[in-house]
């Protein structure tokens, strides 16, 4: 076998100290900073140390028994997130727990910033949460629009370490925070133990110009150490792109954390891409091994087609087909737990081994 070859030729994206303190400050142009000049210079000189130390991680402990290597300095903030995903899969595997689902509301539209108004994505996560709550499930609703309007609340960008190599990507992900670059206030380390506790999950998703929006876009590629990831960190000690190259060709089990949960999708559009973003959703859950619930838990559809986006909210109160579209995906997927936490739901092929893994 050939040499392992990790490929370079980018070009450099390090600051001089004079470009970095000027963008760090630019976060406090607000007039009410200017009392803390002094303040702000030490803070800046203090943020500049670990940017050129490059401190990704400045607190970490050994990673301890379990590890491939328990001796490795692992960052807290990882072993938290493993932590709470550890405490979720175990919520997910109690069989004498209540059934949970998540339910997603993918819209970036919100009335607590621009534009001003609520999500017709939101009214229909409010129509699905009746016929939950109806099941007595348990709901863990996370609304991606608190990405645009919340203080603090971020999906960093997925980097792709899995195009390197799949061991390189951790399962919970180890790319955020990353202090030294400001890369903080992620909010994946809080969602990942919402997708493990689950036993269902549901996406109800406007289309912007022929995609999911931004948040849910995010979210989406974050989880891809979902699909085949690796759990631990100290077995490529970090980030070294040739020992995960390695460990890969040596043969990879490509781990599906999130294998067996049921979901359902509800996609609406104006005027185009519904059944195109709804084949695509599907399709990316079916590829992490998640379980469809069934046909009426796939929906796609147009409200006011055509119709002025001024009046989109009257669209949607008078369209009670789709209403009851929605109802319909929710009451599938509650069926569908059901019957798999009965041991009574068949899945056709689960049991094959996978011919060509990822």
Request: overall charge negative; glycine content about 8%; proline content about 8%.
């Amino acid at each position: 076998m050939s040499k392992i070859e990790v490929r370079k030729g980018m070009p450099p994206r390090k600051l001089d100290r004079a470009a970095f303190a000027a963008r760090f400050r630019s976060s406090f142009i607000d007039p009410a900073f200017a009392p803390l000049n002094e303040e702000l210079d030490a803070i800046v000189a203090a943020a500049w140390d670990g940017y050129a130390d490059g401190r990704k991680a400045p607190l970490t402990r050994a990673a301890g028994p379990g590890f491939a290597d328990p001796d490795y300095e692992i960052a807290r903030d990882w072993l938290a997130a493993r932590e709470a995903v550890i405490a979720a899969q175990a919520r997910h595997d109690d069989p004498s727990g209540p059934a949970r689902v998540l339910l997603i509301n993918g819209s970036s539209r919100t009335e607590h910033t621009c534009p001003g108004e609520m999500s017709k994505s939101w009214r229909l996560v409010e129509i699905a949460r009746q016929i939950f709550d109806g099941c007595g499930f348990v709901v863990d609703v996370l609304d991606l629009s608190r990405t645009v309007s919340e203080f603090g609340r971020t999906i960093h960008p997925c980097k792709a370490c899995a195009s390197t190599a799949m061991p390189l990507c951790h399962w919970p992900c180890s790319c955020y925070p990353n202090y030294s670059l400001g890369q903080v206030h992620d909010w994946m380390n809080e969602i990942y133990p919402l997708w493990v506790a689950a036993h269902g999950v549901m996406i109800v998703t406007p289309v912007n110009w022929y995609h999911v929006p931004t948040g849910l876009k995010a979210m989406l590629d974050r989880l891809v150490c979902a699909d085949g990831g690796n759990p631990d960190p100290s077995s490529t000690h970090g980030k070294n792109a040739a020992q995960a190259k390695q460990l890969e060709l040596d043969g990879w089990p490509y781990p599906r954390h999130l294998a067996g949960r049921l979901f359902a999708v509800v996609v609406h559009g104006d005027v185009i891409g519904a059944e195109t973003v709804r084949r695509s959703l599907v399709d990316w859950a079916t590829d992490l091994h998640m379980i469809p619930a069934g046909a009426p838990a796939e929906v796609d559809g147009y409200i006011g087609y055509y119709e002025p986006y001024a009046t989109n909210h009257r669209a949607l109160d008078r369209d009670d087909a789709f209403q009851a579209e929605v109802r319909g995906a929710a009451v599938t997927l509650c069926e569908a737990v059901e019957a798999q936490r009965a041991g009574k739901l068949l899945t056709p092929g689960q049991g094959l081994k996978e011919p060509r893994p990822k």
